[in-house]
Structure formats: C-alpha cells, structure tokens
C-alpha cells in the first residue's frame, strides 16, 4: 500500500503575517498532511509594475480598489527571517516545510536552505531559465500543469532531464488554474494521460471547492495531493476563497487515507473481515422432504437455503444421481457423509 503526499498549500494565505503562518503551519500538522507549502518571490523579480490581477484575484477581494498585482503581491512576500522561523516551527510541529519559488533568486535562496524538494507551479512550466536551473539541482521536483498543453509538459520534461534531473524523480501534477476551478473543467482522466505518455509519476493539484475531486484523483491513482487551505474562507486576500477551512483540511486528510487503506492490493479474494460471514450470507444444499435410505437423489429433493457450512449449490449435479446413505428429514443440512 502506497502513501500519498499530502501537501497542504498554505501559499499566500497567511496575507503577511509571520504569527498566521505559524497558525496555518499547526492546522497543516494537526490535519495530518505530509507538507505545509508557502510561496518565496521577490515581487519586482516576478511581476512588473503593470501587471493586473487575475479575475479570480479581484472577484476574491472585492474589497480591494488597486487592480495592480505587483502591489497585491508586495504586502505577501515572506522575509528570510520569515522562511527560518517558519522552518522551526515545522520542526517543532513534525511537518515538512515546503516552499514554491517563483525567480530564479528565490530558488538559488530556497536551495541554499537545504530543500529536497522543488515545486513547480503552473505559471512556470514556460520559463526556461527556471527549468534550467531547478533541473540542474537534481532534486525531487512536483510540476504542477494548470493551463499546459501535451506539448507544455514534453518541453517541461525535456528542460529538467537535459539539466540534469532523472525523469523518476519528477511527478507531474494535473490541475486547472481557476480560483475556485469549475467541475466541469477538472478533467481528472488527463492525470491517467499525462502518467501514460510522459512515463512520470502522477498527481494532482485541487483548485475546486470542496473535498471530493482530490479524493476521487486518489482512487485514480495520484501519488501526490496539493490543497489550498486558510484560517477562514472570508479573510481578504487573493487564494482564501478557494482554500479549504481548517475542518475540512482535516476531514480531507482523513479520507484520503481512507481510500489509500480501501484501494488495497489488486488480489481478489475473501478478507480476513468477511471469513466470518461466508456460512452466514451463502447457501448448501438442504433436503426439500423427508427421504428414506437408499433414495436416488434429483433436483426435485433439494433446496438451497442458508447456512453455507455444508454441500455448495455449485456442487449440485454432483449430488443428484447418488443414493442416501441415511434417512432425513425436511431442511436436513446435507453431507458428504449422507452419501452412498
């Protein structure tokens, strides 16, 4: 039985705070999840100053008259002095300390912490330079795919291999890049594709409301689950609204080991917890009338009925055709024994 990663993308949703991102380090950790995953950029390295916000961003902070990302972004970023505080607090709380990178500085400062593992999001899969350098890492890398084509993601793979990372060390997250994501436009089947063409190891990355998409990605056999959650849905910022409440995180996790647990190991046969009840729910071949020694048996004679400790119905045309051994009466429970 395979565990999946559970990441829990706390991302920006700590809107600055050092002391709520500590807050949502300890929901991550009490919910069970494997990861708590921030965002590190220097927002003049990422977005210029007239970059707007994405219609999801304005629709999620009505209450934010400035359409500029740049200036949404500035209030977001964490210090170093925030990544090693945040780091602690994740080892305080046994939980992996995840951070994605969105410049090639941060990556080089994400590196220099010690990360054994690079996230790739959505938005980077077209950017050379980026994939040349975490490629050259040789590190664990997790691509998320949110508005990729089949051809984005062979050219991602070709940057990060040529660069040095080995294609087993590289799992490919399916996702849609919409804050919250329409149902209709998961399109949870192309994870099985992206696994099958790409002969990479498979995830997905839930930008939905609610619990069951990601759970249903894990019965279809994603190795890695990414998940935005918050404090509180109505707090002001950008990933809030989309983002997962701190009980539904919990029940989320919950689940999903469940579904690890059911999926269990391909072999059909009787469980150690169903054995008990084989004789209860199946048949034998009982007497239908009372019938003297050396009767020769036809169908005629015979019921099936419950308990299934003696003679399988399946066994029936090699009873009829023998001869009692013994007399019997109505709802006789049949053996072998009885035979002549």
Known sequence: ???????????????????????????????????????????????????????????????????????????????????????????????????????????????????????????????????????????????????????????????LIKAGTARENITVLHCNTDYPSPFQDVNLRAMHTIGETFGVAVGYSDHTSGIEVPIAAVALGATVIEKHFTLNRSLEGPDHLASLEPDELTHMVRAIRNIELALGDSVKQPTPSEQKNIAVARKSIHLARPLATGHVLTEADLVMKRPGSGISPMLLDSVTGRTLAVDVMPDHLLRWEDLA
Do not use: W
């Open 1 to 159: 039985m395979s565990k999946t990663l559970i990441i829990a993308e706390a991302g920006v949703n700590h809107n600055g705070d050092i002391d709520l991102a500590k807050q949502l380090i300890d929901i991550a950790a009490e919910a069970g999840a494997d990861i708590v995953k921030f965002q590190t950029f220097k927002t003049e390295k990422l977005v210029s100053t007239s970059a707007k916000k994405a219609d999801y961003q304005v629709n999620n902070m009505p209450g934010e008259t400035d359409n500029s990302q740049y200036a949404m972004l500035k209030k977001l970023e964490l210090s170093p002095t925030d990544h090693l505080e945040l780091m602690a607090h994740c080892q305080l709380r046994n939980i992996q300390f995840l951070s994605t990178a969105f410049d090639l500085e941060s990556l080089n400062f994400l590196a220099g912490l010690g990360i054994d593992i690079f996230k790739i999001p959505s938005g980077e899969i077209t950017n050379l330079p980026y994939l040349r350098k975490i490629g050259s890492y040789n590190k664990q890398v997790i691509a998320s795919t949110g508005m990729a084509t089949m051809d984005d993601i062979s050219a991602m793979l070709d940057v």
